[in-house]
T-cell receptor, first 115, second 113 residues
Framework: DTAVSQTPKYLVTQMGNDKSIKCEQN?????MYWYKQDSKKFLKIMFS???????INETVPNRFSPKSPDKAHLNLHINSLELGDSAVYFC??????????????FGPGTRLLVL | AQKITQTQPGMFVQEKEAVTLDCTYD???????LFWYKQPSSGEMIFLIY??????QNATEGRYSLNFQKARKSANLVISASQLGDSAMYFC??????????FGAGTTVTVRA
């Protein structure tokens, strides 16, 4: 009964490769997000989709491309991986609104290491 | 500009005692939400507590309470009766009008037996 799940949990790859991370939520939420946590534990929003529509697109290299096939899924594809892409990537979901319902629930994270 | 400031990189607390984690925020929005998350060494992000900008009462969830001082733009987390399992990194976050969460740098709490 996992709420927000991500695959894979760990990803080790060579520089220049292309990789994808998948995220699924079963909370019935209408909004999903990708965050990046760097080596200093700083968390920063990358993208957000609401009902399959991109609503937040932060200053992220265009090697990163999100895709939302439906409102329960949000995938992240990364082209031409670089050493600096090594980080933990978190998926999250929420229901847009007011009050506590806007709480974002996070997946377990995907630890990406680029060699 | 930094929206969320957590000035305590690390704190030690004795088991069963209370600890206060500081958080100040910066926004010109009237409607916003404040959140605290816990990240244990296993890495997951666990939601702890929420405070809305229009909520007049401080939020409480079990041993967690949020000391919300709107005029001072602070939203400190109080953990009462600390347990060894509370050892983790704690993040303060704010949702403002564009619906994204801005996080502070985090505070590492170590509970001593």
């Amino acid at each position: 009964d996992t709420a927000v799940s991500q695959t894979p949990k760990y990803l080790v790859t060579q520089m220049g490769n292309d990789k994808s991370i998948k995220c699924e939520q079963n909370l019935g939420h209408d909004t999903m997000y990708w965050y990046k946590q760097d080596s200093k534990k700083f968390l920063k929003i990358m993208f957000s989709y609401n009902n399959k529509e991109l609503i937040i697109n932060e200053t992220v290299p265009n090697r990163f491309s999100p895709k939302s096939p439906d409102k329960a899924h949000l995938n992240l594809h990364i082209n031409s991986l670089e050493l600096g892409d090594s980080a933990v990537y978190f998926c999250a979901s929420s229901q847009v609104g007011t009050g506590q319902q806007e709480t974002q629930y996070f997946g377990p994270g995907t630890r990406l290491l680029v060699l | 500009a930094q929206k969320i400031t957590q000035t305590q990189p690390g704190m030690f607390v004795q088991e069963k005692e209370a600890v206060t984690l500081d958080c100040t925020y910066d926004t010109s929005d009237q409607s916003y939400g404040l959140f605290w998350y816990k990240q244990p060494s296993s890495g997951e992000m666990i939601f702890l507590i929420y405070q809305g900008s229009y909520d007049e009462q401080n939020a409480t969830e079990g041993r967690y309470s949020l000391n919300f001082q709107k005029a001072r733009k602070s939203a400190n987390l109080v953990i009462s009766a600390s347990q060894l399992g509370d050892s983790a990194m704690y993040f303060c976050a704010m949702r403002d009008d564009d619906y994204k969460l801005s996080f502070g740098a985090g505070t590492t709490v170590t509970v001593r037996a």
